[in-house]
């Protein structure tokens, strides 16, 4: 298994807190640092308020060496399809080739109302990814000195130069996720190179899984061109007392982080717990930290629960 570390600094981080992750989890031998896109706090008050995924990406980039970087996921809402793969390409670049580029359909109105974004229905939010996605990949992989145009309902692109092209060719790989039972493993198999479930029962995870190695399989890909992963909440400890002092200190219950997250109790009971995912398909975990203080959370998982299932 591959261990990704995973932050939500809209429920309160700075610029600072969000690098300290990056940098401590890249010595410490996790593969990546993803964070989620989003700019409105789920519970608290979030101070001190929001950052920009992708501006905080590319900083990010430049104070780190070798650990890829990404979202989970960039919300389509948030963003033009044009500028956003411009953005990115210019974050792949900044990290000489880093980037993993995570997109859906956005999900959380109230941050829409908060910030002035247009939420329109889940059909039409569907609608817009499935162009964003034609899109951003069609401006990468547009050769240069051609152009590239595109005639959706929702977008229109014409005589665009196609530039700037990321480092990584054809393009970063992409990560989609999400549950929906038909056109989700669709655009997995034809845009995605990872395929994500955050949070999720495994019994429903696994039948997703199955939904898009199907999809996979009909659109002619080969079986391992696809890598799939899930989410899971972090509350790791040697001893009840520290399990419990890391739930508080997120404002959870021990209990039922125990029944939702296989990334919560000891680091043996942790390494169980993946082996039931790890037979369902799950290559690579995104370890959520919700106290980004709490740095010697990600040490104890790195020194006691990863060599056991790398």
């Known amino acids: 298994m591959e261990f990704r570390a995973f932050i939500e600094p809209q429920q309160g981080a700075r610029y600072a807190d969000q690098v300290a992750v990056a940098q401590t989890a890249e010595q410490l031998g996790f593969t990546a640092f993803f964070r989620s896109d989003h700019y409105l706090a789920m519970s608290g008050d979030g101070m001190p308020g929001p950052t920009d995924s992708w501006v905080t990406l590319g900083a990010i980039a430049r104070e780190t060496s070798s650990i890829r970087l ?13 500028p956003l793969a411009i953005a990115v390409a210019q974050v792949d670049d900044m990290s000489a080739g880093r980037v993993e580029f995570g997109l859906g359909s956005g999900w959380f109105e109230k941050e829409h109302q908060a910030y002035g974004i247009p939420f329109p229905p889940l059909r039409e939010r569907f609608d817009r990814l499935s162009e964003q996605l034609a ?9 240069p000195g051609a152009t590239f145009d595109y005639a959706g309902k929702y977008y229109t692109i014409a005589g665009s130069p196609a530039l700037p092209k990321p480092t990584q060719r054809p393009h970063p790989p992409i990560v989609i996720g999400g549950l929906g039972a038909k056109r989700t493993p669709q655009l997995a198999a034809t845009y995605a190179a990872e395929f994500n479930i955050p949070f999720a029962p495994i019994d429903v995870a696994e039948k997703q899984y199955q939904r898009v190695a199907q999809a996979v399989a009909a659109a002619g890909r080969p079986d391992d061109s696809m890598a799939y992963s899930s989410a899971f909440v972090l509350c790791a400890g040697r001893r009840d007392r520290e399990l419990a002092r890391r739930a508080a200190a997120i404002g959870r219950e021990l209990d039922e982080l125990r029944s939702n997250s296989p990334l919560v109790g000891t680091p043996a009971e942790i390494v169980d717990n993946l082996g039931a995912w790890k037979q369902i398909g799950v290559q690579r975990v995104y370890t959520q930290l919700l106290d980004l203080t709490d740095l010697a959370h990600l040490e104890l998982l790195a020194s006691e629960v990863m060599p056991q299932l790398l």
Do not use: D, K, Y
């Open 135 to 143: 899109i951003v990949t069609g401006l990468w992989t547009t050769e």
């Open 70 to 82: 990404g979202t989970l996921v960039t919300s389509a809402t948030f963003r033009h399809p044009g």
